[in-house]
């Protein structure tokens, strides 16, 4: 089973800063198998980028996604009052499919 | 818009099952593989396994092994999924998801877009 590990666990920024979040893969994912999901409370999550980098529909281009082989990133630029929520990797390599534990983002 | 609609919260005993539904709308239902996860409180999601809504072929985390069943109705675009011998850890939220490609060019490992709303499953004697 492949673990992603997130780091750091939160992050606590002012609006225009930028975030960097990462997300270490125990094995390395040998495709761009990769994706993060940002949840708001009581929501479920939604897609924000696949692929390692590809930016899902409807995100804005603030948020970038980049890394290779066990190392992934999540940045944030310009942040926003409303990208307050806690952000998780995903890998499909390798069944089972696997979460990281998250980063709560937290505007101040 | 392509929807997952699930069924509402339950409430279970020790040793009893629940069965979560979820109705899809706005695509074509036998297309599109559906997956399970769950979230227990403050923890990230954990993958249960996924359903071929054409086929019913269905993968398991092994983890779920001989306590999942996941299952369609084709005629009402909906799918199941039922876990027995609940304990206290498998109170959670339970997600449904679909993977963004069609079953005949699409690996049912993959990325999830959309996720339903989610069902509540409390365990409580």
């Known amino acids: 089973e492949i673990v992603l590990t997130q780091s750091p666990a939160t992050l606590s920024l002012s609006p225009g800063e930028t975030a960097t979040l990462s997300c270490g893969a125990s094995?390395?994912?040998?495709?761009?198998?990769l994706a993060w999901y940002q949840q708001k409370p009581g929501l479920a999550p939604r897609l924000v980028i696949y692929?390692?980098?590809m930016r899902a529909t409807g995100i804005p281009d603030r948020f970038s996604g980049s890394g290779s082989g066990t190392d992934f990133t999540l940045t944030i630029s310009r942040l926003e009052p409303e990208d307050s929520a806690v952000y998780y990797c995903q890998q499909f390599v390798n069944s089972p499919l696997t979460f990281g534990g998250g980063t709560r983002v937290e505007i101040k | 818009q392509v929807q997952l609609v699930q069924s509402g919260a339950e409430v279970a005993k020790p040793g009893a099952s629940v069965r979560v539904s979820c109705k899809a709308s706005?695509?074509?239902?036998?297309?599109?593989?559906i997956h399970w996860v769950r979230q227990a409180p403050g923890q990230g999601p954990e993958w249960m396994g996924w359903i071929d809504p054409e086929s019913a072929d269905t993968n398991y985390a092994q983890k779920f092994h001989g306590r999942v069943t996941m299952s369609r109705d084709k005629s009402i675009s909906t799918a199941y999924m039922e876990l027995s011998s609940l304990t206290s850890d498998d109170a959670a939220v339970y997600y449904c998801?679909?993977?963004?490609?069609?079953?005949?060019?699409?690996?049912?490992?993959?990325?999830?877009?959309?996720w339903g709303q989610g069902t509540l499953v409390t365990v409580s004697s």
């Open positions: 692929d390692v980098f």
């Open positions: 706005g695509y074509t239902f036998t297309n599109y593989y």
């Open positions: 998801l679909r993977v963004p490609c069609n079953i005949n060019v699409c690996s049912p490992q993959n990325w999830f877009d959309p």
């Open positions: 094995q390395s994912l040998s495709r761009n198998f």
